[in-house]
């Protein structure tokens, strides 16, 4: 805005701002995968379906899909080494620093994943090794999560079942102890779960996805890039807003403190959790196809009461010109705490359950700045706009 102009070229060289993955309209609330709308995959497609359409770039044929899916959820169980690490950790570590820590120690135990010791262009060389490394990743990242669930419990791990369906085996393991080796979670739960999954895949160039594919440009291996993309969302100000929600809607306690709230939020001494979007100036079409699933769960496991003061949160935010006029709308994040809620998640697990699926968008991200055979590493350039060149002036000399 300083009048200094970036060269096209210079600003392209700089950023992998091409992609064929994501296409979001803030403006019309509008999202889609591969030309697919959200809408449509949500209702017709299942979470691995969707993570093979982002990663490979088209929805898998028949022979492609049984191939993936015996290939991910043969994939699902953890090394012994990586289990110890996440079995070493306190039961009260927060769920997020377990799925990191997994992934880090994955990172430790696959030297044949790692370009740094297989040489640089391992990825580009060997595509085998990198949809190896995508299967095996996707097909971990529920076993982790159940794993997190597991130390959190102070209960030992549950072996997947590779005859379970993806969402399916992440619920048997969470919760096969307290109901049985044959435990067939509801059906309803799993269908909801993967319509979750769906909606969490991958959002364009969001702040994790950024950072997954930052980190792997510098052609570090796709473990560790993991586990930096699962940092960044961590934050409050990203995917550990579903758990920020639920605690906002306690806080609150009642539909009655709702106006005294949203006066707090304007006078900038509460945020909204769950709603506002950097890209988003309508409302994020994800927010309400989650709020339908919130009934599905509801009807399986019982209504959450904290939906009442969300929904007078929503109502009255969308009535309100100082929302109104900064386009503040509900998010991904308002909705779906309440859905994990009801299922009996505990509250510090929630953002887990946001970054087990959006590993597929990170998958997909990381691939293609590969595949663009580019190979360059991510080096954004700044506007510096500090003090101008000078020369130094010893102590005794500055005033
Ligand atoms: C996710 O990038 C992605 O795609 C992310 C994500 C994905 O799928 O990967 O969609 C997932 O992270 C969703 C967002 C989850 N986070 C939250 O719900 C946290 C609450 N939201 C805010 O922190 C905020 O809305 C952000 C971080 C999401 C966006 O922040 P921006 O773009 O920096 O917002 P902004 O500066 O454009 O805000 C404009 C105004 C400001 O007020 P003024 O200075 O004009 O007076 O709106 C205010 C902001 O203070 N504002 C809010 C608010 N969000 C923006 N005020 C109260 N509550 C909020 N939630």
């Known amino acids: 805005n300083n009048g200094i102009r970036i060269s096209d070229q210079g600003f392209l060289n700089t950023a992998a701002i091409t ?7 803030g403006d019309k609330g509008f999202l889609m995968h591969r030309g697919y709308p959200i809408e449509q995959l949500a209702e017709k497609s299942d979470f691995l379906e969707t993570a093979y359409l982002l990663i490979f770039g088209s929805l898998p044929d028949k022979d492609q899909d049984t191939t993936w899916r015996y290939e991910v959820m043969h994939h699902t169980a953890l090394a012994e080494d990586a289990m ?16 990191i820590s997994a992934f880090s120690a994955m990172a430790a135990f696959a030297p044949e994943a790692n370009p740094a010791l297989q040489g640089r262009d391992l990825y580009q060389k060997n595509k085998d090794i990198l949809n190896k490394n995508i299967i095996r990743i996707i097909g971990k990242a529920g076993t982790v999560a159940a794993a997190a669930m597991r130390v959190r419990m102070n209960r030992p791990f ?8 993806y969402c399916e085996n992440i619920l048997y393991m969470m919760d096969a102890v307290a109901n049985g080796e044959d435990y067939k979670p509801d059906p309803r ?7 979750l999954f769906i909606l969490h895949a991958d959002h364009e160039m969001n702040c994790s996805t950024a950072t997954m594919t930052h980190v792997g440009s510098s052609l570090v291996d796709p473990y560790s890039a993991v586990a930096a993309a699962a940092a960044a969302l961590y934050g409050p100000l990203h995917g550990g807003a579903n758990e920020a929600v639920i605690r906002m809607c306690e806080k609150i306690g009642s539909v009655e403190n709702v106006p005294s709230f949203l006066e707090k939020v304007k006078r900038k001494e509460e945020l909204l959790f769950g709603f506002g979007h950097r890209v988003y100036r309508n409302t994020d079409p994800r927010s309400n196809i989650i709020k339908k699933v919130t009934e599905s ?6 209504r959450e009461p904290l939906i009442d003061v ?11 010109p100082w929302f109104v006029e900064r386009k503040l709308y509900p998010n991904v994040d308002f909705w779906s705490g309440l859905c994990y809620r009801a299922m009996g998640f505990p509250l510090d697990f929630f953002p887990v359950l946001f970054a087990v ?3 597929a968008g990170w998958l997909a991200h990381w691939k293609q700045n590969l595949d663009q055979g580019n190979g360059k590493i991510w080096r954004p350039r700044q506007l510096y706009i500090g003090e101008q ?8 000399e500055r005033e």
């Open 297 to 302: 769960v509801f009807e399986a496991c019982g």
């Open 19 to 25: 992609s064929k993955i994501t296409f979001i309209d």
């Open 389 to 396: 060149k000078r020369d130094y002036v010893g102590r005794e």
């Open 357 to 359: 699926p959006r590993v």
């Open 310 to 320: 969300a929904t007078a949160l929503r109502d009255a935010a969308l009535k309100d």
């Open 189 to 195: 739960l799993v269908k909801a779960l993967d319509i």
């Open 158 to 165: 549950i072996a997947p079942k590779s005859n379970y369906s």
């Open 84 to 99: 110890k690490v996440i079995g070493s950790l306190r039961y009260d570590s927060h769920p997020m620093s377990v799925f």
